[in-house]
């Protein structure tokens, strides 16, 4: 049996709420996706950088409140920037992947995603009965209704396709 050669030879295909030959939902995901992982690289790469551009800082005006305040009260010691920068990296590049991987419709990244979201929405959830924030709260239910999309509404768009377009 050949697969169909297009979404319009899909049954129960609806091919009018698509954009760019991918429905909105899929797009939608892949965009916040790809925009927050950029972001997460931007961010490691300078938390990275974050000791040394303190030390700049304090070189060029040694009463900096800001600097001085952030030294005392956070010792930031390039070890520690070097760790979270890192780790940040590694989920903005994950975030990435998924991103790409969903535009080009990987069929592992439904597994690989669910793991990777879910474990994202476990420490978010364990994050939230440390402290409750709206920002917490709605990247929590971003990271859920991905999780849903992943898990009911994914399959259907990767199984009644080729893999690539």
């Given amino acids: 049996m050949q697969s ?22 899929l797009i939608l995901i892949a965009l916040y996706k790809i ?4 972001v997460e690289v931007f961010s490691g790469l300078v938390i990275k950088a974050s000791p040394a551009l303190l030390a700049s800082e304090l070189t060029e005006d040694p009463q900096d409140l800001a600097a001085n305040w952030i030294i005392a009260h956070l010792h930031p010691s390039q070890a520690s920037a070097n760790a979270l920068g890192a780790t940040i990296l590694v989920l903005g590049l994950a975030k990435i992947v998924v991103a790409l ?4 419709r990987v069929k ?11 474990a994202i929405a476990a420490f978010g ?4 009965t440390i402290s409750v924030t709206p920002v917490a709260i709605a990247a929590l239910v971003g990271d859920l209704f991905i999780l849903w999309y992943f898990w009911t509404i994914l399959p259907r768009h990767l199984s009644m396709r080729r893999l690539y377009e």
């Fill in 125 to 128: 959830m364990w994050h939230l």
């Fill in 35 to 38: 925009v927050w992982g950029f």
């Fill in 108 to 118: 592992a990244i439904r597994p690989a995603g669910l793991a990777f979201f879910g």
């Fill in 4 to 25: 169909p050669s297009s979404e319009q030879d899909i049954p129960g295909s609806h091919s009018g709420r698509h954009v760019l030959g991918r429905p909105l939902g």
């Fill in 101 to 104: 991987a969903l535009w080009y």
